[in-house]
């Protein structure tokens, strides 16, 4: 593993371990006594097909067009190829992830899946009160987790790298424009889910013109769509060229503000291209090839706990589409800079500083 790999997995480990996320625990249960506690991997049998498979959203849903959906792709594509049974249950609140995990792992799942890093409290009690059972949570690392559960995969992402590549096309299409050179992102919460994205973005932004400015603001919010827009409207007042949304459902209105407003949008986790002609690309996280993999994994004998890390060099983070008019230069400098990331050359931050 190159250092980059290494450094971001322990800045999202670092980061997300001392993260407080307040979610509510559970009481006794019967159905979680068995042959003690896991340790060393687990070593279950599983059915060679057919796996039942449980995926919880978060409060996104998953109509969210972003992440969520991703997800649900990615059990859907498993029920196809391999026969998996799903069932996804959506969280209406953060009170919903304990209850709905659980729901999942009395009724022996063959694999639990929750999707996204404010999950991570819920994932923890429940795969630790379910020792035999499997689990995977997406967009967090299995060692961050308070109690290092072994029957937990993580799924992280490095989406610095792929979002370094769109900060360096943003701030490229800003300087061919002219005028002012600003762009922005749009988070929802500050996680460091959120600011992987961010922290590549404006890197990538300043190695393309170091005297660009990056405004940042968060919504707080990763449904109300009106926040977001809110937000991007009051970036684009201040000059923004680009709005990266960093922000799942509630970034969908910074993108519709991009669109009333005449400047780029740039989509995030599927390739939000169809959105229209103002999208300039998007930060794509291959969640639903990372849920599928899992699913994969634990129909047969391929399962492991731990962490999987999915990035440029696997094809787990991409540039999604792009729009024709980025001149064909811009676009041989983006890929010679994905050659020279994968290739150890340049190291992405993780992390805003």
């Not at 992402?157 to 360096?168: C, D, K, P, R, V």
């Not at 300043?206 to 405004?215: E, H, M, R, S």
């Not at 991007?232 to 000059?239: F, H, T």
């Not at 519709?256 to 794509?284: C, K, P, Y």
């Amino acid at each position: 593993m190159r250092a980059s790999r290494l450094t971001i997995r322990l800045a999202l480990c670092a980061v997300a371990a001392t993260l407080a996320l307040g979610a509510a625990g559970c009481g006794d249960d019967d159905e979680s006594t068995g042959a003690g506690t896991a340790g060393g991997g687990d070593t279950t049998a599983r059915p060679a097909e057919g796996i039942r498979v449980g995926l919880v959203s978060d409060v996104g849903k998953f109509n969210d067009r972003s992440f969520n959906q991703s997800a649900l792709e990615g059990l859907q594509r498993a029920e196809r190829e391999l026969g998996a049974q799903g069932r996804p249950i959506e969280s209406r609140s953060a009170g919903d992830y304990i209850p709905n995990l659980t729901t999942l792992a009395r009724q022996r799942y063959g694999l639990t899946i929750g999707v996204g890093f404010l999950m991570a409290d819920g994932i923890n009690t429940v795969a630790t009160r379910f020792p035999q059972q499997r689990f995977a949570i997406v967009d967090y690392s299995q060692a961050a987790l308070k109690g290092k559960p072994q029957n937990v995969r993580g799924l992280t992402f490095a989406t610095n790298e792929n979002s370094y590549l769109i900060g360096y096309m943003a701030a490229k299409m800003a300087q061919r424009k002219g005028g002012r050179q600003v762009i922005s992102a749009v988070g929802g919460q500050k996680l460091p889910t959120v600011d992987i994205f961010i922290a590549g973005y404006q890197a990538g932004a300043k190695a393309a013109n170091p005297d660009v400015q990056v405004l940042i603001d968060y919504s707080q919010d990763f449904v109300a769509q009106d926040k977001c827009k809110e937000i991007a409207l009051n970036q684009i007042q201040r000059g923004s060229q680009v709005v990266f949304q960093v922000a799942g459902g509630c970034g969908l209105g910074a993108l519709d503000a991009a669109d009333e407003r005449g400047v780029w949008g740039v989509g995030v986790d599927r390739d939000q291209s169809s959105l229209g002609d103002h999208i300039l690309t998007s930060a794509v996280k291959r969640i639903d090839v990372a849920v599928f993999d899992s699913i994969r994994d634990a129909s047969g004998d391929q399962w492991t706990a731990g962490d999987e890390t999915y990035d440029l060099e696997n094809g787990g983070v991409e540039v999604g589409t792009t729009s024709d008019q980025v001149p064909q230069e811009i676009r041989a400098e983006v890929e010679g800079l994905r050659e020279r990331i994968i290739a150890g050359e340049i190291e992405v931050p993780a992390t805003l500083s």
